[in-house]
T-cell receptor, first 117, second 114 residues
């Protein structure tokens, strides 16, 4: 079974600064996908960024980028130029790829990010 | 277009009662997922429907939990004889197909069992 670990329950960053959220995972699969989701107080889960395991290049989406280390099974999220609207819970998630029925997501326990003035 | 909708937004019930939670996926999405988010926890997979295939029920925590999806669209998650430990936010998601397509989430139903 896959597991996803987020070791930082809470993080704080000042506006305009950069913050990195950590995530590690455990799997015996070779094909899979990794995701970071944002959950603001509204409870709406929003996809921030995704990474296909077969791609060596780290994914980027505007101010969000990842550091994907496949051998170390590490998938950290970097938020640059933090904004107040980035305040939310951030969840790392894993999904197997190219399998029969397993497209469910396995989530970590989340990191609560607070952006301050 | 419209996103995933869920109803009710909040549900308070007494221990031992049955509850039904509803999910309306995005039109045209063939895959539908239910997750549970307990306080301070990540999302826990419950059940997954894909087209006409048999659902993956591997995440249902007990036989008090069941779900159906009628006509390949709307889904209902039923919890019988609710217990206090069932209190959580129940999130539904849908996706276009079982490939690498994004799962779009609804706003969830917060269930409180007194």
């Amino acid at each position: 079974a896959q597991t996803v670990t987020q070791s930082q329950p809470e993080m704080s960053v000042q506006e305009a600064e950069t913050v990195t959220l950590s995530c590690t995972y455990d799997t015996s699969e070779n094909n899979y996908y990794l995701f970071w989701y944002k959950q603001p107080p509204s409870r709406q889960m929003i996809l921030v960024i995704r990474q296909e395991a077969y791609k060596q290049q780290n994914a980027t989406e505007n101010r969000f980028s990842v550091n994907f280390q496949k051998a170390a099974k590490s998938f950290s999220l970097k938020i640059s130029d933090s904004q107040l609207g980035d305040t939310a819970m951030y969840f790392c998630a894993f999904r197997e790829g190219n399998t029969g029925t397993a497209s469910k997501l396995t989530f970590g326990t989340g990191t609560r990010l607070q952006v301050t003035l | 277009g419209a996103g995933v909708s869920q109803s009710p937004s909040n549900k308070v019930t007494e221990k031992g009662k049955d509850v039904e939670l509803r999910c309306d996926p995005i039109s045209g999405h063939t895959a539908l997922y239910w997750y549970r988010q307990s306080l301070g926890q990540g999302l826990e997979f419950l059940i997954y429907f894909q087209g006409n295939s048999a659902p993956d029920k591997s995440g249902l925590p007990s036989d008090r939990f069941s779900a159906e999806r009628t006509g390949g669209s709307v889904s209902t998650l039923t919890i019988q004889r609710t217990q206090q430990e069932d209190s959580a936010v129940y999130l539904c998601a849908s996706s276009k197909q079982r490939g690498n397509n994004e799962q779009f989430f609804g706003p969830g139903t917060r269930l409180t069992v007194l």
